[in-house]
């Protein structure tokens, strides 16, 4: 019997409602992913192997896309060197005799202050490790702010790692597969960033919400902030190193305090990531906890001469004390 | 002649692919003159066209598969697109029969409508998800570049409707 001589002939379900049976069940399947994202854990499970494989697959193909527009940045940088030589020598002969005073003054700041550690045994941060990175892709809209980065585990980089342009912090890393990473900038709404007021020390929170310029939230003190200041990483928490450079304060039309990123100021096409996780892994565990009063236990044995001292001394003081009247009982 | 028959490859399967094209080639990095490419959500535009088109088990379905492209190719909250599209594949197919035939201003205020209904969602989901709103202001950078992209729903709407003559 074939199927359409079957009972199913008479059978006829309009194709809309088959149609918004799909849309229902997918609305619900949506809703439910929805629900389980876990993109932004700290733990870094969240990043599951479904966006990693994505994203190692993407990479490539608009690392294809974007070398064309590169070499063209490129060949436009060159044409524009080769034309504008001349007022770009005078422009840097004026920038390199008004930086001139201010390397002597860093080198003569930096010797006094390698003096101050030393003598205030100060554990400062060393080095830290960088991988450079080109930026391959990027998503721009109001709901997400990211770029695919041509760096990976492969090159030593972790969940986590800030990255910098030459002109100060971009973002850090959220996901990493073997070659291709994805950075989180600044200025997406998921990005939380502690820094602090170059003038006042203050505290405050960089918080992104899609738009150009990061809101600066929790600022603490009045009159901490002022159009200008310098804002600066404070390194709270550990997740990012103190004093990476990040903007200017200025004003937002809503009147909130808002950062104008230096990393604005070009294209953010190569970036370093720092490969650097938080306070741990720059020192030994061990040294940051060491037994209290452990300096005690260094001191020497007494010598015999020494014992014998402390011992006649001890015996003298009981013998005048005795002598004087009833002393404490003993 | 030969009749033409005009399934879902065409209407369903070759528009998906070129969406997926198109949005990958709109995230390369490149900055002219300060300015940055558009970052429109092209299958809002398969949204609307494909269930005046025609409704079909086909395209809610790849409608999911771009949405979960679109979260996993800008990084955002996975599952945040394919409910907003669906939600318009939804609205529109509920609507069907008070569109169709419609002149073209009339679907274009209701593309518009349409639209607005997908960001509205995105945007209380993405608030609700990392906890602060987005500037509206960026928010209008992605809204106004697709709805530009309404000729193309008309294209495909005035070329698919109909197309296929066994629906005649």
Redesign the interface.
Known sequence: MAFRDGPFESLKVPLAWTAAAVVVVAIIASVLMILADRRHDAAGDGYGPVRAGFDGAAGPVNGVLAWPVRWAGNATDYVKGYFFAVSENRRLRAQVAELEPWRDQAIALKNVNGRYEAMLGLRTEPPVAMATARSISESRGPFVNARLLDAGASRGVRIGNPAINEHGLVGRVVGVTGGVSRMLLLTDVASRTPVLIDRTDARAMLSGDGSGNPKLEFVRGVGAVQAGDRVLTSGDGGGFPRGLPIGVAARGIDGSWRVKLFSDRGAIDYVRVMLFQDFGQLVAPEALNPRPLAGLATAPAPTLEAAAAISDSAARRNRAAAASGPGPAE | MAVRVVGPTQWVFYPALAVIAIT??L?????LFGF??P?PVLPLVLAFAW?LI????V???V??GL?LFLD?????????W??CL??V??VV??S?NLLAGQETQILFVWYAVCALVAFVL??L??TV??G????L???L??VVPTLLLFPLADWMIQRFDDGDVRFR
């Open positions: 990958i080639v995230a390369t990095p490149v900055e940055k490419l970052e269930p025609r409704p079909s088990m395209a809610p379905a409608l999911f949405g996993l190719f800008w990084g955002g909250t996975l599952g945040l394919p409910l669906l939600s594949y939804g197919l509920a069907r995105a945007y989901v993405v998800a990392s602060r709103a987005p500037s202001l960026s928010l950078g992605q």
